[in-house]
């Protein structure tokens, strides 16, 4: 037994690191800039000179240094060889995004670097332009101009921002000093597209990065193992428990799920506990009294309860009895607004009163679940020969059912106990959303509308590594109910 | 539930046109579908199945601010035809009925749907949530708003016609998705297990190789026309995708046409075999690890602007384990069975086997799996909806629930949705259910 629970141990390890690419390439790649999230403001530098600029562009890069983003994405990248294998050192996602449409279309990495220096160098020129009143308005078009291109890979609308910002240079006369930089762009953008080498898009490369890169920083860090560091941009990494930092709560990921998961944990382990106190006798019962009126009524009672959504029933409940315009006779939300130096049994009836509501929606469908289950799985043992021995034997019924039935009826029970943990996260969400409860589901759910992916990372690494903690405890327990199952050699 | 009334048929070809059979007919599927039409719950779940069907079917003919049919200025017209001609694509409203009030037009005469509206129009004198109880400002008693309106004075009852029509659509799809990757992978696994996949190791090695050039070739290099043309549209990027499989396909092809000459060499034609089972049960194992709403969820932030379609495709591409777990234990059983080494003793390729013989026999209880799976996926769709995914041009039940949360008063928008949800959702399970029993050996009459 302790080498078959070994053995399952060991196979968690590559399960666990397949899950954890999946989500991080699936992260990786999702919309918005994590750095500018962090730095809460609009990429483009809209105001102020070419040293405001420039400032603005060191704490960006900072901030990408801070957050790893200045490192490739994985251990290797296959891409085609038009491709550089430097492209991620461009920060901006949305240039960096650009200039892989730019080399799809053109194939030429020498060409397109050149026009983005060119338009790099333009941008910090249209800085330095003299403003007054009579130049405010061409220099917004200027600047807008210049966000277009950086972020435009259609040859129209390059030309005709080129268009723009020529009327403006040659209308102004104060503005013409950036006319070489604005030659130089139109130039290096007239080289990209002569000298296409679309070719170099069909043919396949693979480049390595090894150690350095986002992944491995992320699941193992760049801290040194033993020793101190005062570097403030190491991090420990996944398995040292440094999950990073949120982009919107800007507080370490660690501190938020220790922060909420209190509130799922209660809620899930007082509704399991419920569930198993209730459905099991009530299982039995059922199967006992098979085909009574009592038994067809429960039967249809709990499918009814099985398939009535609970976000439905949730949505009623603060509707009618939640205090609103109908009945007021439980607190909309699940959380008691209690103070600490309250006596405990006013913290703890406040408390049970809001999590009333809350409860019931999370128990009754797995109750009803639960009851079905155990009323089949006693329905099928009954029938079997096993039991017609015990009975001709003489046994009292009572003995029959508990002692030869009952722990034979478990195994549907069991399955369901893997599915406790990951139910803790995944089942909670929209429960928590709709009473209010900051526990795991509400933080996730937030985390996937804003954005937040060093929290959505953690709590899906979280959610699976608890789902395969739930299949070995109900295998072991499987070993427990069944003496015939041995996992293992026999 | 085709299957199920073509169960006949189906045994005929089988069984050779048997006199005895046809008398007393006892193939598997028509036992089935004997058991099943005793239980009477889940022949009445068939037939409420049926008739929400045929709403959803009939959904822009049930309700809409256009008439069915109409004679206007001496002209006949089927405007609610039209329009869906038009947004497919085909054809363009004469100019005198482009941008009119349908309403308002002085027809010669018209024959207008059951409910005169649609689901995501305004009716501007009904608006601010009006109850189905109270004085409604209507022409006549044809106009009343039979479910209420919501606020912005949409109509409920349209709006749960319509939403009819989107649950269907995400239950079939969905689930068309998961089967057809389920049966697919499950098969693999359960037929070949980990030793019956054998190939020369030539060929095996150039799969391997070109399975990564495919990927290249079909996907990475193509991977701004897929995006863009999921842009514009659901069709053109169906159009796109089925041409990158067609390249993948290609270039796998290629690989085993290569392998071909090369086989003459004794080392690289050594039969190897491809542990195929152990490959994808540990992948199953991986997605079932994440929970699946959870995991759906993770998908659609990572997506700019999920619509109804990309949530259909996520939850068949997230749900198709519980299909393949079912036909990969039942291909383990029946792959042992004596007409397999029949057939495999007649010469009979692995792949023909499995394809024409195993796989039919292996169908019945991924049915099943369908059944509760579409049940499943209108749950997780309307799930999804009420947390406010999806576009909002989708008329889903889902979305009319979660307008209710912030019109408490409105308990039409809270009650009317969420019963359709739990009707169609008892129903599917009930059909699950009512198939389970009817193919449980243990419990035949």
């Known amino acids: 037994m302790a080498k078959y629970i070994l053995k399952r141990i060991l196979f968690f390890i590559p399960t666990i690191f397949v899950i954890s690419i999946l989500t991080f390439v699936l992260m990786s790649s999702a919309p918005g800039d994590p750095a500018e999230l962090m730095l809460n403001k609009a990429s483009s530098g809209d105001s102020g000179q070419a040293s405001d600029k420039l400032a603005g562009d060191k704490a960006y890069r900072e901030v990408r240094k801070k957050l790893g983003l200045d490192l490739p994405m994985f251990y290797f990248s296959i891409g085609s060889i038009s491709e550089p294998d430097t492209l991620y050192k461009i920060g901006k996602v949305d240039h960096r995004k650009n200039l892989g449409r730019l080399i799809d279309m053109y194939g030429n990495w020498p060409q397109i670097e050149a026009y983005y220096h060119a338009l790099s160098e333009m941008e910090l020129a249209f800085l330095d332009l003299p403003k007054d009143s009579a130049t405010t308005a061409p220099l917004i078009t200027l600047r807008s101009a210049v966000t277009d291109l950086f972020t435009n890979y259609k040859e129209s609308v390059i030309q005709s921002k080129f268009g723009d910002i020529k009327d403006r240079l040659t209308m102004y006369p104060q503005l013409a000093s950036a006319m070489p930089q604005y030659e130089k762009v139109v130039s290096a953008y007239y080289e990209v597209t002569v000298n296409p080498t679309t070719w170099k898009n069909y043919v396949p490369t693979v480049h390595m990065n090894f150690s350095h890169n986002q992944y491995h920083r992320w699941l193992f860090g760049d801290a040194p193992w033993f020793g101190k560091s005062d570097d403030p941009t190491l991090t420990g990494g996944f398995i040292r428990g440094d999950f990073g930092i949120s982009y919107f709560a800007k507080r370490p990921v660690g501190s938020i799920v220790w922060d909420s998961i209190g509130y799922t944990m209660t809620i899930s382990l007082v509704s399991i506990l419920i569930t198993y106190l209730i459905s099991i006798p009530l299982g039995v019962f059922s199967a006992i009294n098979k085909d009574t009126l009592v038994d067809q009524g429960l039967t249809t009672g709990l499918f009814i309860l099985y398939s009535l959504p609970s976000f439905w029933i949730a949505t009623m409940m603060i509707i009618f009895l939640g205090g609103g315009d109908y009945l007021d006779l439980f607190p909309p939300t699940g959380v008691a607004d209690v103070e600490d130096d309250d006596p405990f049994f006013y913290r703890f009836g406040a408390q049970a009163y809001h999590l009333a509501l809350p409860l019931i929606c999370w128990t009754y469908g797995s109750f009803a679940y639960l009851s079905r289950q155990m009323r089949g799985g006693m329905l099928s043992v009954l029938r079997q020969d096993f039991i017609r021995t015990a009975r001709s034997k003489g046994l009292s019924n009572n003995s029959v059912i508990w002692k030869h039935a009952f722990r034979n009826s478990l195994f549907p029970v069991i399955t369901i106990f893997s599915s406790v943990f990951p139910a803790m996260i995944g089942g909670s969400i929209i429960l928590e959303f709709l009473f209010s409860i900051p526990g795991m589901g509400k933080v996730s759910l937030e985390a996937v509308f804003r954005r937040d992916y060093p929290v959505v990372l953690t709590v899906t690494m979280f959610s699976a590594i608890l789902t395969l903690v739930g299949y070995l405890v109900s295998d072991i327990l499987y070993a427990v109910v069944d003496p015939r199952i041995t996992y293992g050699k026999k | ?445």
Not at chain 2, 210 to 239: E, K, P, Q, T
Request: net charge positive.
């Open chain 2, 1 to 445: 539930m085709i299957a199920l009334n073509s169960g006949t048929k189906n045994n005929d070809s089988m069984s050779s046109k048997d006199t005895l059979n046809k008398q007393k007919n006892q193939s598997y599927w028509a036992t089935v579908g004997r058991q099943f039409r005793q239980k009477k719950t889940a022949m009445v779940s068939f037939y409420i199945t049926l008739f929400l069907a045929f709403v959803a079917v009939t959904a822009p003919f049930l309700a809409n601010e256009k008439p069915i049919f109409c004679k206007y200025e001496g002209k006949m017209y089927f405007p609610v035809v039209k329009q869906i001609g038009v947004d497919l694509g085909i054809g363009q409203f004469p100019k005198e009925l482009l941008n009119v009030k349908w309403k308002d037009l002085n027809y010669d005469f018209a024959v207008w749907p059951l409910i005169p509206y649609l689901p995501l129009n305004q009716d501007e004198k009904n608006s601010k949530s009006v109850s189905p109880l109270a004085k409604q400002d209507v022409e006549s008693t044809y106009w009343t708003h039979w479910f209420g309106t919501d606020e912005l004075g949409r109509d409920v009852l349209s709006g749960m016609i319509h939403g009819t029509k989107t649950a269907f659509t995400v239950g079939i799809v969905s689930m068309f998705i998961a089967s057809v990757i389920g049966i697919f992978f499950g098969s693999l696994a359960g037929f070949f297990g980990d030793t019956n996949l054998k190939m020369s190791r030539i060929r095996m090695w150039l799969n391997l190789l070109f399975f990564f050039f495919a990927l290249f070739y079909a996907f990475g290099v193509r991977s701004y026309m897929l995006s863009d043309s999921l842009a514009n549209g659901f069709a053109s990027f169906l159009g796109q995708f089925l041409l990158s499989l067609v390249i993948f396909g290609a270039i796998i092809g290629l690989a085993n046409l290569m392998a071909m000459p090369l086989k003459k060499i004794p080392f690289l034609a050594e039969q190897v075999a491809f542990p195929v089972d152990m490959l994808i049960s540990r992948s199953m194992e991986v997605l079932v690890s994440i929970p699946t709403f959870f995991l759906i969820l993770l998908v659609l932030a990572v997506i700019k602007k999920p619509n109804i379609y990309v949530i259909m495709v996520i939850i068949g591409f997230t749900s198709w384990t519980g299909i393949a777990r079912y036909i990969r234990a039942e291909l383990l059983r029946i792959r042992s069975l004596e007409y397999i080494e029949a057939a495999k003793a007649l010469g009979y390729s692995n792949w023909r086997t499995m394809v024409k013989h195993a796989i039919p026999n292996a169908l019945a209880p991924v049915l099943i799996a369908i059944a509760f799976g579409i049940a499943s996926a209108i749950l997780i769709e309307s799930s999804l909806s009420f947390l406010g995914f999806g576009s909002g041009e989708d008329v889903t039940w889902g979305g009319l629930l979660n307008a209710a949360r912030s019109a408490p008063k409105a308990w039409w928008l809270a009650i009317f949705p969420g019963f359709a949800i739990f009707i169609t959702v008892t129903i599917f399970n009930l059909i699950g259910e009512g198939l389970t029993d009817a193919m449980d050996p243990r419990l035949r009459k």
